[in-house]
């Protein structure tokens, strides 16, 4: 008989607030707009147009606010803080885009729970973590609060 996969993801009782987590870094490439753009049908010319983005006064393409976004979601997945032990994402609150993402540029996110409700009928509780993610430079691009819904210890 095989094994359980490895568990790896936090439990509900285990989030306190003030916790925090930083996620490793990923550099934003030229690749990564492309795909997104391709899967998302968002062809705007600031992503995909070197000649008209040198127009702009980004003065480059820059990165779909949304893909840094799907990026940054993929870092906090990695970090296994919730690997098998998320039941839902329930919302993303307060996002905002603070500074653009141009191809070349490093980031990563700082992580803090900010809230906790336990909601036993559903066999586990709601984290809110507070998410800031930043350039290679530390200025915060992308700022946001996500709200998930953890399964609690199996008795």
């Not at 779909?64 to 919730?82: A, E, P």
Request: aromatic share 10%; with cysteine; hydrophobic share 40%.
């Amino acid at each position: 008989m095989p094994l359980p996969p490895a568990q790896r993801g936090m439990y509900f009782e285990e989030f306190e607030i003030g916790q925090r987590v930083t996620t490793t870094p990923r550099t934003v490439n030229e690749a990564d707009v492309v795909l997104f753009a391709g899967l998302s049908g968002d062809y705007n010319q600031i992503h995909t147009d070197a000649a008209y983005a040198a127009s702009t006064p980004f003065g480059q393409r820059v990165a779909h606010g949304l893909c840094v976004m799907s990026i940054i979601s993929g870092l906090i997945t990695r970090t296994g803080v919730m690997e098998g032990t998320v039941l839902a994402f329930r919302d993303i609150a307060e996002w905002k885009f603070s500074q653009p993402v141009f191809f070349g540029d490093t980031v990563h996110a700082e992580l803090e729970v900010v809230e906790t409700k336990a909601y036993p009928r559903l066999g586990g509780g709601a984290v809110v973590i507070k998410i800031n993610a930043k350039n290679h430079k530390g200025e915060v691009v992308q700022t946001g609060k996500w709200n998930v819904l953890m399964m609690n210890r199996p008795k």
